[in-house]
Nanobody, 124 residues
Framework: QVQLVQSGGGLVQAGGSLRLSCAASGRTFSRYAMGWFRQAPGTEREFVAAISRSGGSTHYGDSVKGRFTISRDVAKNTVYLQMNSLKPEDTAVYYC?????????????????WGHGTQVTVSS
């Protein structure tokens, strides 16, 4: 069992930056690949970024490539999403998730545990 507690988010102007954090409970953090997803009102959950267990492999959704960076700190049991050059279309509730399989997945159905979500609003 893994519990994910998210922090960060909020309101920012277009072009600004935010960093989301997701702290995992337990000692097994390194056994999970981690991902970030987002969901805007009336839309399906969208893949944002994922990182492998070791942190050596990362994947990004096309809409955030070059602007967002996912990273993990094993000592702190935490995964981060650094978001730069934010756009109004990045406005959504962002969720972190943990995947117990070895592969890095972009499909939300592959993830076993989810954070509570945090709102990110980008004003124009």
């Amino acid at each position: 069992q893994v519990q994910l507690v998210q922090s960060g988010g909020g309101l920012v102007q277009a072009g600004g930056s935010l960093r989301l954090s997701c702290a995992a409970s337990g000692r097994t953090f390194s056994r999970y690949a981690m991902g970030w997803f987002r969901q805007a009102p009336g839309t399906e959950r969208e893949f944002v970024a994922a990182i492998s267990r070791s942190g050596g492999s990362t994947h990004y959704g096309d809409s955030v490539k070059g602007r967002f960076t996912i990273s993990r700190d094993v000592a702190k049991n935490t995964v981060y999403l650094q978001m730069n050059s934010l756009k109004p279309e990045d406005t959504a509730v962002y969720y972190c998730a943990a995947d117990s399989t070895m592969a890095v997945h972009t499909d939300s159905a592959e993830y076993d545990y989810w954070g509570h979500g945090t709102q990110v609003t980008v004003s124009s």
